[in-house]
């Protein structure tokens, strides 16, 4: 039994790693392209092929898996070859600046205070996924989780917590209506979501239009979680927007987008 849980745990990060590179290659070239994703997959533990790499001839399946990987990818291979998306297929260019990107947050993580760039960037496609798929009240409690992390992570990231170094510059914020002065970790923590978004604005990392519709995801997920709310696609569509642009400002990144039709 145990290596049994061992296993399984093993290829849940193996799955991880993959959708977060996955999610960087789209994110790229979706950003590149100034397209919307067009159903994108989300692997489970009954979708994992056994392969290997041998020099000289590429990677290798067992006629077991390469048939079931053909069966899952054939139709969309073959859809890619309509006129109709024509910007579907992901160019080498595109492959290797998402890549590069992957690499690039794995390499920061160490200097990120509160978060893991990686589970941010998993979350964002899950999130992705369940929009598309019109699950606009699931898409939007996962996105209030990401961005309300990333926001946490972005007050030690812009400098405003005392005894942590900055990580980010920002210049000349236009919005900024009063001292950036650093507060400690014990009143980050009291902040909460509506401090820490008000704190930003006022130290001008966040500008007006962003804290609007922040705010909104907030109103948005409260409604949901304490009101029974539900929500709809038009919503959980403007929260990944709003996801977005939080990460460009927490990552330091702006070359991509998970955002899905």
């Given at each position: 039994m145990g290596n049994n849980e061992a296993i399984v745990s093993l290829q849940i990060d193996r799955l991880r790693m993959a959708v977060f590179v996955t999610a960087c290659i789209y994110g790229v070239h979706s950003k590149r392209n100034h397209i919307a994703l067009d159903r994108p997959l989300f692997p489970g533990l009954d979708e994992i092929y056994n392969w290997v790499e041998v020099p000289d001839h590429g990677v290798l399946l067992p006629e077991f898996d390469s048939n079931r990987l053909r069966d899952r990818l054939g139709p969309r291979v073959a859809e890619l070859k309509k006129r109709q998306f024509v910007l579907s297929s992901i160019s080498v260019d595109d492959l290797t600046e998402g890549l590069a990107f992957a690499d690039r947050l794995l390499r920061a993580?160490?200097?990120?205070?509160?978060?893991?760039?990686?589970?941010?960037?998993?979350?964002?496609?899950?999130?992705?996924?369940?929009?598309?798929?019109?699950?606009?009240?699931?898409?939007?409690?996962?996105?209030?989780?990401?961005?309300?992390?990333?926001?946490?992570?972005?007050?030690?990231?812009?400098?405003?917590?005392?005894?942590?170094?900055?990580?980010?510059?920002?210049?000349?914020?236009?919005?900024?209506?009063?001292?950036?002065?650093?507060?400690?970790?014990?009143?980050?923590?009291?902040?909460?979501?509506?401090?820490?978004?008000?704190?930003?604005?006022?130290?001008?990392?966040?500008?007006?239009?962003?804290?609007?519709?922040?705010?909104?995801?907030?109103?948005?997920?409260?409604?949901?979680?304490?009101?029974?709310?539900?929500a709809v696609p038009k919503q959980s569509g403007e929260a990944l927007t709003a996801v977005r642009d939080i990460l460009w400002l927490c990552t330091g990144e702006c070359g991509f987008q998970l955002i899905v039709g």
């Open positions: 993580t160490p200097t990120y205070t509160a978060v893991d760039p990686m589970a941010m960037i998993v979350m964002t496609y899950q999130a992705m996924i369940l929009h598309g798929r019109q699950h606009a009240s699931a898409s939007i409690a996962l996105a209030a989780v990401v961005v309300e992390s990333a926001l946490e992570e972005l007050m030690f990231a812009s400098g405003l917590v005392s005894g942590v170094a900055k990580r980010l510059d920002y210049t000349a914020p236009a919005n900024r209506t009063g001292p950036a002065t650093p507060i400690s970790r014990r009143r980050l923590k009291e902040l909460g979501f509506n401090g820490t978004i008000n704190t930003l604005k006022t130290a001008g990392v966040l500008n007006d239009y962003l804290v609007q519709r922040v705010e909104n995801l907030r109103q948005t997920r409260n409604a949901l979680m304490h009101g029974g709310a539900d």
